[in-house]
């Protein structure tokens, strides 16, 4: 670990997993090599004692190293409040272990100063990971209503793309032009989610819904004027949607839009912790 500690009670932790678990992955291996499972099911019965590995300690902050196991996806680290001494501890840390890094809400200020070159930096989504983006699989379409709502969609676009899923970009094709959308139903229903990124009223994940049949993740943005209340008129717009197969996350998430349709995507058709 180097000067990366656990701390006396996560060593602990650690000591007392890894004991019982070296014992049942004995006995799993034992089971294999007598034939009494087989080599699908021991690997299923490892994964869930890996699953119990402890989290990395690096002074305040716990990151949690195995949510990838359990989740499919590592845990993102937001960028925001954090110091870059701070974002580079946990960085490091990270990488010491071989580990995946996603930092978001990451201005480029705060990413030169943390010194990093392992880390790429996205200034369109204002993120950095240790991951180059590398589609390969599935398909998920985001779509946003405006060219302001970009930076958001940006978010959940690469976030995809760096956790393996090919991205479809439709933006600028809200319900003001109705025609700008429709040239692209098709495409949008071959996906297995649609990401759809609106601020204004936020009318367009309702549309987006009843023109296809593919899962709708709503995403409001702060964008508007006055009476849009920071991306708020927008929020209950979409939870408002009178057109079922609509789920809607927080103003400006695109994290959470990106993993909801990663787990719909892996579900569907793959299988967890490929990143």
């Given amino acids: 670990m180097g000067r990366y500690d656990l701390g006396p009670w996560g060593i602990l932790t650690t000591m007392m997993y890894n004991y019982n678990i070296m014992e049942e992955l004995k006995k799993i291996l034992q089971r294999l090599s007598r034939g009494e499972i087989d080599v699908q099911k021991a690997h299923s019965l490892v994964l869930d004692y890996l699953r119990k590995l402890p989290f990395l300690e690096i002074g305040e902050v716990k990151i949690d190293t195995h949510r990838r196991i359990r989740r499919g996806f590592p845990e993102i680290i937001y960028g925001e409040g954090k110091d870059p001494e701070t974002l580079r501890d946990i960085t490091l840390g990270l990488l010491e272990r071989r580990e995946p890094v996603i930092i978001t809400r990451l201005s480029m200020e705060k990413f030169e100063r943390m010194g990093l070159s392992d880390l790429t930096y996205f200034p369109q989504a204002s993120l950095a990971s240790s991951v180059k983006p590398a589609p390969s699989r599935g398909l998920i ?58 601020g204004m009223e ?63 995507e892996e579900k569907v058709h793959g299988d967890k912790g490929r990143v």
Avoid: Q
């Avoid at 991205?167 to 996906?191: K, W």
């Avoid at 409001?220 to 009178?242: E, H, I, K, R």
């Fill in 141 to 198: 379409s985001v779509i946003t209503a405006g060219a302001s709502d970009k930076k958001v969609a940006e978010e959940a676009s690469i976030i995809l793309e760096i956790l393996g899923i090919r991205v479809e970009r439709f933006y600028d094709v809200g319900v003001a032009g109705l025609h700008r959308l429709l040239p692209h139903i098709e495409r949008i229903n071959s996906s297995s989610a649609a990401i759809v990124v609106a």
């Fill in 202 to 264: 936020g009318a367009l994940p309702t549309l987006v819904s009843a023109l296809t049949s593919t899962p709708v993740i709503g995403v409001p943005t702060s964008v508007g004027y006055g009476a849009s209340l920071g991306g708020f008129a927008a929020l209950l717009t979409m939870l408002n949607s009178c057109s079922n197969g609509v789920a809607v996350v927080n103003i400006d998430n695109g994290v959470s839009a990106a993993l909801f349709a990663y787990l719909i």
